[in-house]
């Protein structure tokens, strides 16, 4: 793992040879994220490209998005810092540091050129997508502006994505429209030759072990060997050899890119970082070393392992709303999406390298909505075939036990107040009909007040019900509704007092229903409560 960890700190010395952001903590964001994100298995990130694409729409942050972009990715603090792009001047001057000038040319064949790092930048927008003029002035620079709808829509943005790493990525969204407000990518495109090329005769295949106790195999690779003269220690970093291998060319007022390598004397749980190999640097000595180096070439992909890294590590509302993109969206627009796609290629030569970052932000909208139907009391069942009309089977379940070999994997309950939410991304709506009326949510809060209006015309009608989300008030018989996981228990065990307060309530209902509703003027007393106890007969479960 830390073979490839230190791809990303490659750039990072350029930068800091020319005239890097220092305000930014960009190794203490990367040792971060890095420790989150991290497997077992091969791992090339550039936390680099990651700060630098959310500067592109840090600008347009407010409230606790800009606090906790400005925390986890170690942006300096203050609202001038949101008035400019905070890695422009720094990736500039890498363009210009490192261009890729040959050094050693015969006729048409290069033989020894400077290092390349192009570093781009793009914001993609709809063609109709007003966005806010401060912003839009800020970063007009790399504004792309196409069809989201159009089926070429991630066509094109793929194509820029390939053409600034040189092939190595070629697309990073799905073909067709894009269903997103705006996409922030950043690129790095590194291309480097050995100071100390390898000699390919003396390239053999043999055994990679798994830990530096060299016992348990894990795969054979093709080792790259010579011996000769390099920065090395193995004390200045604890537990670990460490060699730099610098890369030919960059700028004469410089030491330029080089690229660094950490290995583990002993087994060890300590992970090294890249504050750690930085400050380290100063130790190593001109040492001569027999060297043998894999090869190797690997794609790695970062998602949603990405966005539960920078969730982790503190960033949370960015990805709920926050962001300022347009007049038309009153802030409230959020990270939908971050990936970040590289890949790298070590060999004899030397090595090329790509990262591709990608902020795609949304508009908020509300969660879409759905009726409950949930069976988890008695029902009835029909087996209705159409095309004859008939009812080939009917049946009732009134306790539905586990089938023998049924797996439940869900860890949920329906009582869970946001079953649907966590689950489906699901609201849920209130459940009409049209004769008694009966409008509830599923999900009651721990207490809620159902009315029951009794001013039917017909006595023989059930009482209709109305949930505690309307805001007039419960008259004129209020009943509070413990809630459990078991669904609606309404206590019958009503003292004197309680007695006495329904038939007080009753003998008002009476009046109110003689002045609203005269057709009903004849229903007795009796009736009503007899529709009372029928109602309640049936929220119990008949």
């Not at 972009?69 to 720094?90: A, C, E, H, I, T």
């Not at 949930?374 to 008939?390: E, M």
């Amino acid at each position: 793992m830390v073979l490839h960890k230190f791809t990303a700190a490659t750039v990072l010395l350029a930068l800091s040879s020319t005239s890097a952001n220092s305000e930014i903590d960009l190794v203490e964001f990367a040792d971060e994220l890095t420790s989150t994100l991290y497997g077992e298995g091969n791992d090339c990130t550039s936390s680099l490209g990651v700060s630098m694409a959310f500067s592109l729409v840090y600008p347009t942050s407010t409230g606790d998005s800009e606090a906790q972009m400005q925390q986890v990715l170690r942006y300096p603090p203050g609202n001038d810092n949101k008035n400019v792009l905070l890695w422009d001047d720094s990736a500039k001057a890498v363009d210009t540091a490192y261009d890729g000038v040959c050094q050693n040319q015969n006729e048409d064949e290069c033989f020894l050129a400077d290092p390349t790092v192009e570093i781009a930048n793009s914001v993609w927008v709809d063609g109709n997508l007003t966005l806010n003029a401060d912003y839009e002035t800020l970063v007009g620079e790399y504004l792309q502006r196409t069809d989201f709808s159009a089926e070429t829509a991630g066509d094109q943005v793929n194509a820029w994505i390939e053409a600034n790493t040189n092939g190595l990525i070629d697309s990073v969204v799905p073909v067709g429209p894009l269903e997103y407000l705006l996409l922030a990518i950043n690129s790095i495109y590194l291309k480097a030759s050995w100071m100390n090329q390898f000699n390919e005769d003396f390239t053999s295949e043999d055994v990679f072990y798994n830990s530096p106790k060299r016992v348990s195999t894990e795969t054979t690779s093709h080792f790259m060997h010579q011996v000769d003269n390099f920065p090395y220690s193995h004390d200045a970093l604890p537990g670990y050899q460490m060699i730099q291998m610098p890369f030919a060319g960059g700028p004469e007022d410089s030491d330029g890119l080089s690229m660094i390598f950490v290995l583990p004397k002993s087994e060890t749980d300590a992970v090294s970082t890249s504050k750690g190999v930085l400050q380290a640097l100063p130790q190593l000595r001109r040492t001569q070393v027999a060297l043998a180096l894999p090869k190797y070439k690997f794609e790695s992909t970062y998602s949603d392992t990405l966005m539960t890294s920078l969730k982790n590590m503190g960033m949370v509302a960015p990805f709920a709303g926050g962001l300022c993109i347009s007049p038309a969206t009153e802030c409230d627009d959020f990270v939908d999406l971050v990936i970040q796609k590289t890949v790298i290629d070590v060999n004899e030569k030397g090595v090329e390298a790509a990262a591709v970052t990608l902020v795609a932000i949304a508009m908020s909208m509300p969660p879409p909505q759905a009726v409950p139907f949930v069976a988890d009391h008695a029902f009835d069942f029909y087996i209705y075939d159409s095309s004859q009309d008939l009812i080939l089977f009917e049946g009732r379940v009134a306790s539905p036990k586990i089938p023998e070999g049924s797996t439940a994997i869900l860890q949920a309950a329906h009582a869970d107040e946001n079953f649907w939410m966590d689950t489906f991304g699901m609201e849920m709506l209130p459940i009409e009909t049209a004769s008694g009326t009966v409008i509830f949510k599923y999900f009651w809060p721990n207490s809620i007040c159902l009315r029951f209006d009794l001013s039917h015309s017909n006595p023989r009608m059930p009482p209709r019900i109305d949930s505690a989300t309307t805001s007039e008030p419960f008259d004129p018989i209020t009943v509070s509704d413990q809630i459990t996981t078991d669904g609606p228990v309404i206590d019958t065990d009503a003292d004197e007092e309680e007695e006495e307060s329904v038939a007080d309530s009753n003998e008002n209902t009476e009046t109110q229903v003689h002045e609203s509703n005269p057709s009903s003027a004849t229903v007795a007393p009796v009736a009503q409560m007899a529709a009372l106890v029928g109602m309640v007969s049936l929220l119990l479960g008949l």
